[in-house]
C-alpha cells in the first residue's frame, strides 16, 4: 500500500540504518560538523577535516538502529546543555496526564528548537514516550538537514507551497497525518500555538492553526467538539528566565516599526537555533495544561482556551518582573503570587544586560520579557 505521509512524516526505525548512511557521506553535513568544532580552521585541508568528521559521526552513532538510539544520543547532548545553559530545568502538571495515551502537546513559541526538545525532554522524564515534532520546511534548507529532523521524529509543515490549491492540500495532509498520528499509531504530537515564534513575548493562539486541525474531521460521524477532544489538545507553557535571542528580536522589532519592514538574512534563522541552543537561558520551566474536552463549537474558541491555559501556567521569573516595572514604572508592584521569587539574575545584572543593548532597541528587549506579566495581569482581571 502506498503511503499517504511519505514525504511528510518521521522516519521510521527500518529506515533509520540506510539514512544514517547517507548522511556519513554527506560532505556538506561533514564539512558543517567540521566548522563547528573547529571554526575558519576547517577551511584548510577541507577533505581531512570532512574524513575526521566522519570518523567521529561513526563513532557517536556506532550501534545505533532504530529512532530511539538516535534519540538517546541526541537527550546526552540535550543534558549537557541543560548543565551548561540553564540554571535549573523544572516540570509541572504532567502527574495529570496518561502515560498510555496519546496528546496533541500544543506549546506557546520562544525558541525555535528548545520548545520542543525541552517538551519532550521533560516528558521523557516523565515516563512518556516521545513526541512527533512539527518542523517548517522553511528550516530545511539542506537535504541532511531535512534528514536529521526526521530521524528526530520531527514531521514537516510544509509552508512554502505556492498557490491556493497547494496550499489547500497540503494543510489537509498536515491535519490527516496529525489526526493518524494520534488516533490510530497512538503517538504523541507537539506543535506550535503559532507560525513563528513569538518575538514580542506576547503567546497567543492562532485560529488558523485550530481551523488546519479540524481538516481531519469526519463531519458526518463527528461534531467539532468531538473532534477536538478525540486530538487529545494539552496547552503547554515553557518559560526561559533569559531569552538568548533578545537582542536578535529586538533589533527586528525595532526594523519593523521604524521602517515597515525587516529583511531576514539567509542563515538568520540558523544563526538564531545555534544561539538558542548555546545561549544562557537561566533557569527553564515547562508547564502541561489538562487536554481540551468536547465543549467548543468553533476554533476561535479552542484558540481562547488555549490562552487561557497558556498565560495561567506560565511561569513567570524575576526577569519578566524587572522588564515590567522598567518599562511601567508607575503601575504598582506585582503581587509575589504570581511570580517565583528565586532567579538567577539580580535586578541589577539585568538593567546592565538591557543597558548593553542599543538604545532604541531597549524598549522592545524589556516588552520581550514584560508582556508575559501582562497577559497574566490581563487575565487576572477578566476572569
Known sequence: MSDPF??????????????????????????????????????????????????????ELRGVSDVYGLQMVVKKYLEQMITSATGG???????????????????????????????NYALNLGGH?????????????????????RLNKSFIVNRSVSGPRELLAASKQLSSYIHYSICDETASIWIAQREGRAKDGVDRTE????????????????TFGEHIASLSIVP??????????????????????????????????????????????????????????????????????????????????????????????GNGPIPKDLFIEDGDCSRDQFRARIGALPEVHRPYALAIYANAVVSKLNQQVTS
Not at 130 to 145: E, F, M, Q, S, Y
Not at 272 to 286: F, Y
Open 6 to 59: 511519505a514525504d511528510i512524516r518521521p522516519y521510521r526505525d527500518e529506515e533509520v540504518t540506510p539514512v544514517i548512511d547517507r548522511l556519513m557521506r554527506d560532505p556538506e553535513l561533514l564539512g558543517a560538523l567540521a566548522r563547528l568544532k573547529l571554526g575558519n580552521a576547517a577551511l584548510f585541508l577541507p577533505l581531512l577535516w570532512r574524513q575526521l568528521a566522519s570518523f567521529r559521526l561513526k563513532r
Open 129 to 149: 514516550q516521545t513526541i512527533r515534532i512539527a518542523i517548517g520546511d522553511n528550516l530545511l534548507t539542506k537535504p541532511w538537514v531535512s534528514d536529521l529532523m
Open 207 to 222: 485560529p488558523v492553526i485550530i481551523k488546519m486541525l479540524g481538516m481531519s474531521r469526519n463531519k458526518k460521524a463527528q
Open 89 to 119: 530545568f523544572s516540570v509541572s502538571g504532567l502527574e495529570q496526564l496518561d502515560t498510555s495515551r496519546a496528546y496533541l502537546f500544543m506549546s506557546n513559541h520562544r525558541d525555535i528548537a528548545m520548545d520542543p526538545a525541552l517538551t
Open 236 to 329: 503547554v507553557s515553557i518559560s526561559y528566565e533569559f531569552d538568548p535571542c533578545d537582542a536578535l528580536k529586538a533589533n527586528e522589532l525595532y526594523q519593523l516599526q521604524s521602517a515597515g519592514s525587516y529583511e531576514k538574512g539567509e542563515q538568520e534563522d540558523v544563526a538564531s537555533i545555534a544561539q538558542g541552543i548555546a545561549g544562557d537561558k537561566g533557569r527553564v520551566h515547562v508547564s502541561f495544561g489538562t487536554p481540551l474536552d468536547s465543549q467548543f463549537e468553533t476554533p476561535d474558541e479552542v484558540a481562547a482556551e488555549v490562552d487561557r491555559q497558556v498565560i495561567e501556567q506560565y511561569c513567570l521569573h524575576p526577569t519578566n518582573v524587572y522588564a515590567y516595572e522598567m518599562l511601567y514604572p
